[in-house]
């Protein structure tokens, strides 16, 4: 029975890319290599699983493709067709052991992928996807920017995850039996994009080579090849490693660790961010209490300075005598005493000096006149007034 839904082998699509006539193709009777009401048969199959790839959003815009071996041939999707309306008329088939294309369609060409779907039947691989998934991208741009933080380089880099229920869906590696368990640790090796998808067949050979028991190869800010022993194990691992890429972006968003070690690594720069905030708390109000210190001793040294008379002539009393200014301002304390002294001492006047006068500096002092020796005080002559000259005044 086969393991594609049965509903499949009755869709039927109008393609711009249906049957074309006998002549062509470079061989006009192989038709018959790509004619076939079995579902599972490759050029079927091919078209099949590329509408399903379309629809997950795999294979956008004529993008990606499909191989499948079988026996001695190889079956390969043509390039620049919308995979969705793919036909098995569009299929190239080759043969295998000397690489000679047995069915080609003039009007079609064969999938840029071509060279690397060979990488991977030469390693024992009976199919071969190729997708440009965003997830796949997505992860690719996360272990470059993981790498760049850490200081490390792009090169040689590569996807690790574990603890991971999906992981179970990926065998543990070529001749090796069974798949990988929840405790296991996924490890997807990434390689450079390049100008030209053919010239990326090196760079999958290496990382083969370098990581035996892959079933898989990213291409940075490309997509992904997936291959497996069969269709159908090639169809799961793509499924299953889409899955998981698309969980590893959600996990990072949250900045949950794909792997132990990332965990770990996280502790200890939580930990150093830590104790570095705290020491700059430290050092912060180290400052600010140095700064208060600081204050309150500029505060303590510094002595306001009395404000000084500006120098000038000496005031004078009423009476038309000099006063010192300098025993007013020498000796605050003694100020009062000093100048009522002086005063008397430059002015001869005793008991009958008005103190509140004195000490401000001004006032008459006041002198006890006996009213019997009273005489009218005499005008200065220079104080009477003189009248206007003119006509005498008359008398009543």
């Keep these: 029975m086969s393991w594609l839904p049965r509903e499949f082998a009755a869709w039927t699509i109008v393609s711009p890319y ?22 599972n048969h490759p050029a079927n199959l091919i078209c099949t699983l590329c509408r399903n790839f379309y629809n997950l959003g795999w294979v956008t815009g004529t993008g990606g ?11 390969i999707a043509p390039s ?20 000679n294309y047995l069915r080609k369609p003039l009007s079609l060409k064969p999938s840029a992928c071509t060279p690397l779907f060979l990488a991977a039947f030469d390693k024992g691989a009976g199919c071969c996807i190729h997708t440009h998934s965003q997830w796949a991208v997505l992860v690719t741009l996360l272990v470059e920017k993981a790498a760049a933080a850490s200081g490390g380089t792009s090169n040689d880099s590569c996807f690790e995850i574990e603890k991971i229920e999906q992981i179970k869906g990926i065998p543990r590696g070529k001749d090796k039996p069974g798949m990988l368990g929840f405790f296991d640790r996924l490890r997807i090796p990434i390689i450079e994009n390049t100008a030209h998808e053919e010239d990326l067949t090196q760079s999958l050979e290496e990382a083969m080579a370098s990581y035996p028991d892959t079933y898989a190869v990213l291409v ?17 691992q793509a499924e299953s490693l889409d899955y998981i890429f698309r969980l590893a972006v959600e996990m990072r968003n949250l900045n949950l660790p794909w792997t132990a070690e990332e965990a770990v690594q996280e502790a200890q720069l939580s930990q150093q961010a830590l104790a570095a905030s705290k020491e700059s708390q430290r050092l912060l109000g180290s400052r600010q209490g140095q700064a208060k210190r600081n204050r309150e001793g500029l505060e303590k040294t510094t002595v306001e300075t009395p404000k000084k008379r500006r120098p000038g002539r000496p005031r004078k009393s009423l009476e038309g005598d000099l006063i010192d200014d300098s025993l007013l301002h020498s000796n605050p304390e003694s100020t009062q005493l000093e100048a009522q002294n002086h005063f008397t001492a430059v002015n001869g006047v005793g008991n009958g000096v008005n103190e509140s006068a004195a000490k401000k500096g001004r006032g008459r002092p006041k002198k006890e006149v006996d009213p019997d020796d009273a005489v009218a005080p005499t005008i200065p002559v220079h104080k009477v007034a003189k009248g206007r000259p003119g006509r005498p005044r008359r008398t009543l």
């Design 220 to 236: 940075r800010r490309h997509g992904v090849y997936v291959w497996g022993d069969d269709v159908a194990k090639a169809k799961t």
């Design 18 to 39: 249906a049957r074309r006539p006998v002549e062509n193709n470079m061989d006009g009777g192989n038709d018959h290599l790509v004619t076939s009401t079995d579902p």
């Design 65 to 75: 493709g499909t191989s499948i071996a079988r026996d001695s041939r190889i079956f």
């Design 80 to 99: 620049g067709v919308q995979k969705e309306l793919m036909q098995p008329e569009n299929i190239f088939v080759m043969d295998r052991s000397t690489h």
